[in-house]
């Protein structure tokens, strides 16, 4: 299952991942990071596809993923 | 090109278009880069990306040329980049002509472009004078990480005179993989910019590059004395081509048995205030004439140099008018 | 667990984080760069142009050589220096007041000479570090702190098409415009810089693309609102896609 690890304190709560995620899994915490930001949270990661899109879609680079197997084509998307 | 300076980014802009028509033809005969900008703001910037990585670079152009160009040399200045930069001065202001002039000095040595930058000034009287200080130019920009000028003028542009070259020195340029950015392999990524928005660390850049002036000052300064001995009565402060004019007035005066002297700067950054003052100072000299082909730019200078010691006359031709000997001449005896 | 990473900061890119406003997506064109330079491993040989604007700290961004250019002027930088060392990768990273007000002379004429470096040119139609003035490229009737009654096309005439201008030049190039507003115009986005830098490579042309971008904080808007107002104003005025490709020539 993907693993999607959102970097707390690098995200300025922009919430464009929230809307890229086709599973909508993505939501803002109420807490604040060390930035004053909301930051963005994944609230269901057992249903994260690995499709790459919030990464893709977050101009902070603050979205970093895993997978189990092994992506063939690193980057190029 | 014998300076190892095969980068040559120009414009064209009467009087001294010859030299990129020169090296149009000759720089890919040597596998150097010749490139006609669209423009002189283009051309001095191009300067700046050639000297990022590493390579001896220069540009000539002409007076609305150069203030075209001064942007760049304060970026240039402020980046610590070699680059020459020849001026032959045509006059001014405005379009003004293409005849020779000297109304530059103001902008040459005291920076055209923004902030507390200089650039290192030579002024050569002679084409001889001129070839010897492209060389030395290309020396002191890498000594010194600064740009450096040359400032002829339209007469010196064009003249024709013989030339030796065997006094012209073989190029060692420094190695400059400490800086030039070349791309990164196996080393830290280099940056060259000037943007400094924390004002501490502007004011310690702009202290770093008065430093590198007060060098200028200490090692850089040069100067020729023409028939000043002990018992000089009048001494002439001139360069470049005005100064050309008065040694011909010097000889004549000598032939009558009139005591006077030429003092020529040909660095006019730095300027050479104590050899001036120590002149002024010698008890035979009663007055200096400066003579300049504007209406008066460097005499401020020696002012400077003479401090009041001495009464300073002024005599100036302009708008691309050439002082004769003869009109120099004419001033002496008013002051004798 | 997961332990395989299959989406990382590019090695092009430096960790830190950037000054941009949030929803800015100048971060997602600089690691659209970061990405190329890492897929074809040019890291190493490559020096960056930054332009005056956001992104003149660009520089801290990128892992590799950088010049920090005077606005508008990059262009010429970029041609100093790859004629010095055309071995070199070089790249301009520049935005709508760098590249289409004070900096046109130098963007057409190395285009027109054919200058074999690639442009990256961010379009948000306004002025973004200067803090929200009118630019070439502000659409007609947007309100900007100099045009606070909305572009006026009788007085300022109509935002510049930099795509269309430069593809008029002979001079065979590869010119596109694209858009990072979705992450399916990111992926589109990303193909045309890898061809623009894949031609650099090649020493084939010049290569320049425009990347309609956002501007969160000086157009008023949230990042989401943003990304729509790109998707329903400037797409419409700014077409996308390759309008010129070396092939064709």
């Known amino acids: 299952m993907p693993l999607v690890q959102i970097e707390k304190d690098r995200c300025k709560g922009c919430e464009l991942c929230v809307r890229a995620c086709p599973q909508e899994i993505i939501s803002m915490s109420r807490e604040i990071n060390t930035k004053g930001y909301f930051y963005a949270q994944v609230v269901e990661q057992p249903r994260c596809i690995g499709c790459r899109l919030c990464a893709i879609t977050c101009p902070d680079v603050a979205i970093l993923i895993r997978v189990n197997g092994v992506s063939y084509r690193f980057f190029a998307y | 090109m014998r300076a190892g300076a095969i980068h040559y980014f120009a414009y064209p802009i009467t009087p001294q278009t010859e030299v990129a028509e020169y090296l149009a033809r000759r720089m890919p005969e040597v596998g150097g880069v010749f490139l006609q900008a669209e423009s002189e703001v283009a051309a001095s910037n191009m300067i700046f990306g050639a000297a990022s990585a590493g390579v001896r670079v220069f540009t000539t152009s002409s007076s609305p040329g150069i203030s075209l160009m001064s942007e760049a040399m304060s970026y240039i200045a402020a980046a610590e980049l070699p680059a020459v930069f020849v001026n032959i001065v045509r006059n001014g202001p405005g379009l003004g002509g293409i005849l020779p002039s000297q109304g530059d000095y103001f902008q040459a040595t005291r920076g055209g472009g923004h902030g507390d930058y200089r650039l290192l000034v030579l002024a050569p009287s002679s084409v001889q004078e001129t070839v010897e200080h492209v060389m030395l130019a290309f020396d002191l920009a890498d000594k010194y990480r600064n740009p450096v000028m040359v400032l002829g003028d339209g007469l010196i542009g064009q003249m024709m005179e013989p030339v030796d070259f065997s006094s012209v020195p073989t190029p060692h340029p420094p190695d400059k993989s400490s800086w030039a950015t070349t791309g990164c392999k196996s080393r830290k990524p280099y940056l060259i910019k000037t943007l400094f928005l924390d004002p501490q660390q502007s004011e310690e850049h702009n202290r770093k590059l008065a430093a590198k002036y007060d060098e200028m000052r200490k090692h850089e300064v040069r100067f020729e004395k023409y028939n000043i001995d002990n018992d000089c009565k009048v001494v002439i402060v001139a360069f470049g081509t005005a100064a050309r004019v008065c040694k011909t007035a010097v000889d004549e005066l000598k032939r009558n048995g009139l005591r006077v002297g030429l003092f020529r700067p040909i660095s006019l950054f730095p300027f050479p205030y104590e050899p001036l003052h120590e002149i002024s100072e010698t008890g035979t000299v009663h007055a200096l004439l400066v003579v300049e082909m504007n209406t008066g730019q460097m005499i401020d200078d020696v002012r400077l140099a003479v401090a009041d010691r001495k009464p300073i006359a002024f005599y100036g031709r302009q708008g691309g008018m050439v002082p004769s000997p003869e009109e120099v001449l004419g001033e002496i005896h008013q002051l004798i | ?249």
Request: overall charge neutral.
């Open chain 3, 1 to 249: 667990m997961a332990s395989n990473l299959i989406f990382q900061c590019p090695d092009s890119m430096t960790d830190a984080i950037t000054h941009y406003c949030p929803g800015c997506t100048h971060g997602i064109i600089h690691r659209l760069v970061a990405e190329t330079l890492d897929e074809l491993g040019l890291r190493e040989r490559t020096v960056g142009v930054a332009p005056v604007g956001c992104s003149v700290l660009a520089y801290n961004y990128f892992n590799c050589d950088f010049l920090e250019a005077a606005h508008g002027r990059a262009p010429a930088f970029a041609t100093g220096l790859k004629r010095a060392r055309p071995d070199l990768i070089v790249f301009t990273y520049q935005g709508d007041g760098d590249l289409a007000s004070i900096g046109t002379a130098e963007i057409i004429h190395a285009a027109n000479r054919g200058e074999k470096f690639t442009t990256i040119f961010v379009n948000n139609a306004i002025y973004g570090m200067t803090g929200g003035q009118m630019a070439p490229t502000t659409l007609p009737g947007q309100v900007t702190t100099t045009s606070p009654f909305g572009r006026d096309v009788q007085t300022c005439g109509y935002p510049i098409r930099v795509r269309e201008l430069l593809s008029a030049l002979r001079t065979p190039a590869y010119i596109a415009r694209v858009a990072v507003h979705t992450p399916r115009h990111v992926i589109e986005a990303k193909k045309a810089v890898r061809k623009a830098f894949q031609y650099q490579v090649q020493g084939r042309c010049f290569s320049l693309v425009e990347v309609l971008s956002t501007c969160p904080t000086n157009w008023g808007m949230t990042p989401i609102e943003s990304t729509q107002w790109v998707q329903d104003n400037m797409v419409p005025y700014f077409p996308l896609g390759e309008l010129k490709v070396p092939e064709e020539e």
